[in-house]
């Protein structure tokens, strides 16, 4: 089984200019979780998607931060405008239906940004 | 809100040695308790999980069991390996949340 994908895995970038990741999740998995990892920290969650809705975005800067999942299945994180404190691990997930006690989340290697 | 605190590092140990990771954490209702483990280049792994008091996870050698009277889930290995060098996260997710808090992680170096 293929595990989740995400790119690109590294991108440095100068502040004030934009930047999008992009993660596929495991086939079949209903659930899809955007991670941010800063150096020395754990894991803190930017946002929580059922399908293709949002179920926590409580904690992504909405000012500069989006999302989208569109069709359920591929996911897209982008920054506009990337500040220098945005410089972490942005890392994916999925499970696969934590509603039915299935909520095992997997990870991707992530994508590593700097920014200058 | 939820939380989580574990040991900080860095942790070098010596190949057979006893390996102890501090986890403690602040929930209201019942949570589940996890270790994930971030090997050198790769992505986070689920190593082990309980969820709910006194349940033992286990895998790989590792154990941790939920103490709910403390609050705890410290992770435990008899004897490491040079191959179990990593970092070791502790996570919670709350009642009927899916989410993940995780600690700031415990690198761990086992030598030869």
């Known amino acids: 089984e293929a595990g989740v994908a995400q790119s690109p895995r590294y991108k440095i970038i100068e502040k004030r200019q934009s930047v999008a990741f992009w993660c596929n999740p495991i086939?079949?998995?209903?659930?899809l979780y955007w991670y941010q990892q800063i150096l020395g920290q754990g894991p803190k969650l930017l946002i929580q998607?059922?399908?293709?809705?949002?179920?926590?975005d409580s904690q992504l800067p909405k000012d500069r931060f989006s999302a989208e999942r569109l069709k359920g299945v591929d996911s897209t994180l982008k920054i506009q405008p990337a500040k220098l404190e945005d410089s972490a691990v942005y890392l994916c997930?999925?499970?696969?239906?934590?509603?039915?006690?299935?909520?095992?989340?997997?990870f991707g290697p992530g994508t590593r940004l700097t920014v200058l | 809100g939820d939380s989580v605190t574990q040991m900080e590092g860095p942790v070098t140990l010596s190949e057979e040695a006893f390996l102890t990771i501090n986890c403690t954490y602040t929930?209201?209702?019942?949570?589940?308790l996890f270790w994930y483990v971030q090997y050198p280049g790769e992505g986070l792994q689920l190593l082990l999980k309980a969820t709910k008091a006194d349940d033992k996870g286990s895998n790989k050698g590792f154990e941790a069991t939920y103490r709910k009277e403390t609050t705890s889930f410290h992770l435990e290995k008899g004897s490491v390996q040079v191959s179990d060098s990593a970092v070791y996260f502790c996570?919670?997710?709350?009642?009927?949340?899916?989410?993940?808090?995780f600690g700031a992680g415990t690198t761990v170096t086992v030598r030869a």
């Open positions: 929930a209201t209702g019942y949570p589940s």
């Open positions: 996570a919670l997710s709350g009642s009927g949340d899916y989410k993940l808090s």
């Open positions: 998607f059922q399908n293709n809705g949002v179920v926590d």
């Open positions: 086939s079949g998995h209903a659930t």
């Open positions: 997930a999925s499970s696969f239906d934590p509603d039915r006690g299935r909520n095992e989340q997997f």
